[in-house]
């Protein structure tokens, strides 16, 4: 699925949720944030950071790919964001 705004990203992080079935609260402690941030993230509402990412991606010409790894294995054609911002900020 190409993520092209909040809502996209929303929409992927609940329906893989589910599937893993996670309740709202659940994920919120796995992931050591509020529940509150959860169901606020699903429903849409940007979070600065990440609506800001997801704006410089934009600009830029690139979209966020959602990849599955299972058991820690990295999938080839997998990319490291935070990687590729370091890159970014060292030109």
Not at 58 to 76: K, M, Q, T, Y
Request: hydrophobic share 40%.
């Amino acid at each position: 699925m190409r993520v092209r705004t909040v809502r996209d990203a929303a929409a992927e992080v609940k329906g893989r949720r589910l599937d893993s079935r996670l309740s709202q609260e659940g994920l919120a402690r796995r992931a050591g944030v509020s529940r509150k941030w959860v169901y606020e993230f699903e429903a849409g509402k940007p979070a600065a950071e990440f609506g800001y990412v997801l704006r410089v991606l934009e600009v830029l010409g690139l979209s966020v790919e959602f990849v599955r790894i299972d058991a820690g294995d990295r999938p080839v054609n997998a990319i490291d964001l935070d990687e590729l911002l370091d890159e970014h900020r060292r030109g």
